[in-house]
């Protein structure tokens, strides 16, 4: 079955940097669009990056110019490299995987997608 793992999650101080994990299993990574997503407390699950079979990525604008998100197809491993981390960036990180598709659409709703368990982030001041 499909597994997703997320790791390297802990906590920064303003303007620090982390890199985010996600171990696949259970089929062909290659394959599908793969995501990053996060919830902080209080607030709804919102997509922050993605990248399709072909490496095509897109961002949120909260995050764009300081996230990277990049897949490593020969690991299945996906990677999402944070810079400039705020303390508006403090919440569980989710990996998630689309479930049919290649390619991604930031609109398709949750229940589209597999998801890790997440990994909590939080940013001090």
């Known amino acids: 079955q499909v597994q997703l793992v997320e790791s390297g999650g802990g906590s920064v101080q303003t303007g620090g940097s982390l890199r985010l994990s996600c171990a696949a299993s259970?089929?062909?990574?290659?394959?599908?669009?793969m995501g990053w997503f996060r919830q902080a407390p209080g607030k709804e699950r919102e997509g922050i990056a993605f990248?399709?079979?072909?490496?095509?990525?897109g961002y949120v604008d909260s995050v764009k110019g300081r996230f990277t998100i990049s897949r490593d197809n020969a690991k299945s491993t996906l990677y999402l490299e944070m810079n400039s981390l705020q303390p508006v960036d403090t919440a569980i990180y989710f990996c998630a995987r689309d479930q049919v598709s290649g390619f991604c659409n930031s609109r398709r709703p949750y229940s589209s997608y597999y998801w890790g368990q997440g990994t909590q982030v939080t940013v001090s001041s």
């Open positions: 259970g089929y062909i990574f290659s394959t599908y669009c």
């Open positions: 990248i399709d079979r072909v490496g095509g990525t």
